[in-house]
């Protein structure tokens, strides 16, 4: 999202390159590779490795708006979740089910030097339940980060605090386009205004999203490009105006 924000399209264009180079070079039958050097593989990637790439797919399909990248996303994670769920205790083992076998199958409830893949997930599953309606996101995030033992060792629960802050705070930014196409106003706007929490989506003459999301339904105003700034299952009034939607978004929660 750097790229976006800070207008640099080199940086963007880095971003691409690697993260199809993971997606071409690193991966085998549409599963990931943990690992990668001269031609060899380790094979086949661990729960880290997926939650990243699919951070990875969200990240740029909040910076293009390109709908392949959400769906490489899902794809993602219906495999994550078919070769590492623990059915006993809601997350994600670190070796998949068909890996060597191990005497005992580990998985992380906490951060290290570097995030788990349960905290990385947890705020994955938040943002695909917002930017796709589907209520079984929800429904695992909401479960991974009630099982978590987050009150044991605050320091390595930062990343599970930070996926908590996303699911009570998250703010829906929905522009709809008569043509597609975001207004230039607009969304630099919310470049300017963006925070960690928002979940930015793009659709085409209406907001193209489940029945049961708040902003399913909502259209252009006048044949302008029109924001939409939902928080929980409230959504603003539609706004038009860089100025406003900025306002909009740096509007505290009332609750």
Known sequence: LA???FRRSDWLDAAREAYDFVLGTMSRDGRLAHAWRDGKSVYPGLATDYAAMIKASLALHAATQDPAYLARAEELAATLRRHHWDDASPGYFLPADDAEALILRPRSTTDEATPSANSVMAANLIRLWRLTGD????????AIIGAAPIADNLFAAAGMLSALDLRLGAVDLVLVSPAGNADGALLSAARDAWTPNVVFSLHEQ?????????ASGKTAVDGRVTAYVCRGETCSLPVTDAAALVAELRRSDPA
């Open 3 to 5: 790229a976006a924000t």
């Open 135 to 142: 209520d079984t996101y929800r429904a695992d995030a909401d």
């Open 206 to 214: 209406s907001a193209t999203l489940p029945a049961g999301h708040p």
